[in-house]
């Protein structure tokens, strides 16, 4: 079984700071990576995916994340907060075959809350 | 491309009353999935149709819990009783079919509260 771990609920930054949300997986087989983003009263929005292509994935609204494999890791960074950037981020995991073909296990969740 | 459609937004009833949420997916996509998304978490899936079949209704709970997507298209979830552990949000999502599932596409949500 897969599962995901978002190290810490909440993360703070000031307004043109670097953004880091840690993400790490457990997976007994190659996963496929997501993050997602929520914000208020809306459903989720893919910003990036990783599935096996290359490691480093370029997002929407100027978000990347690296796979690396020996970590089991995939956080998600942007070098310079914006004030939009304010909401609750996930990260999940797919793993392919058998009935879990296609199944997403999420995170708890990050929110994240920028500053002037 | 119109997007996943959900209603009702917002819905408050009491315990041991019964609720049904619709979704409509985007037009063309097979597979259909129902999260349950409680407060502080992240979502959990319910129950995966692909087509009109399920795939994996694992985590769905039966006894209570029950779905149907008949013609494949429009999806429909009901709680019957419902229990004061139900109140969160109940998003549908959508992809192509089941080799795209990377490519989810989520509605609003419905957020569900019972008193």
């Known amino acids: 079984a897969q599962s995901v771990t978002q190290l810490g609920s909440h993360v703070s930054v000031s307004e043109g700071a670097l953004v880091l949300l840690r993400c790490n997986y457990s997976?007994?087989?190659?996963?496929?990576l997501f993050w997602y983003v929520q914000y208020p009263n809306q459903g989720l929005q893919l910003l990036l995916k990783?599935?096996?292509?290359?490691?480093l994935v370029k997002g929407i609204n100027g978000f990347e994340a690296e796979f690396k494999k020996s970590e089991t890791s995939f956080h998600l960074t942007k070098p310079s907060a914006h004030m939009s950037d304010a909401a609750e981020y996930f990260c999940?995991?797919?793993?392919?075959?058998?009935?879990?073909?296609?199944?997403?296990?999420f995170g708890q969740g990050t929110i994240l809350t920028v500053h002037p | 491309e119109a997007g996943v459609a959900q209603s009702p937004r917002y819905k408050i009833i009491e315990k041991r009353q019964s609720v049904a949420f619709w979704c409509n997916p985007i037009?063309?996509?097979?597979?259909l999935y129902w999260y349950q998304q409680i407060l502080g978490q992240g979502p959990k899936l319910l129950i995966q149709?692909?087509?009109?079949?399920?795939?994996?209704d694992s985590q769905l709970p039966k006894d209570r819990f029950s779905a149907e997507r008949l013609k494949g298209v429009d999806s429909t979830l009901k709680i019957q009783p419902a229990k004061l552990e139900d109140s969160a949000v109940y998003l549908c999502?959508?992809?192509?079919?089941?080799?795209?599932?990377?490519?989810?596409?989520f509605g609003p949500g419905t957020r569900l509260t019972v008193t």
């Open positions: 999502a959508s992809s192509l079919d089941r080799r795209q599932s990377y490519e989810q596409y």
């Open positions: 997976s007994s087989v190659p996963p496929y």
């Open positions: 990783y599935t096996s292509a290359a490691t």
């Open positions: 999940a995991v797919s793993v392919g075959g058998g009935t879990s073909y296609g199944k997403l296990t």
């Open positions: 037009s063309g996509h097979a597979t």
């Open positions: 149709f692909q087509n009109n079949g399920v795939v994996d």
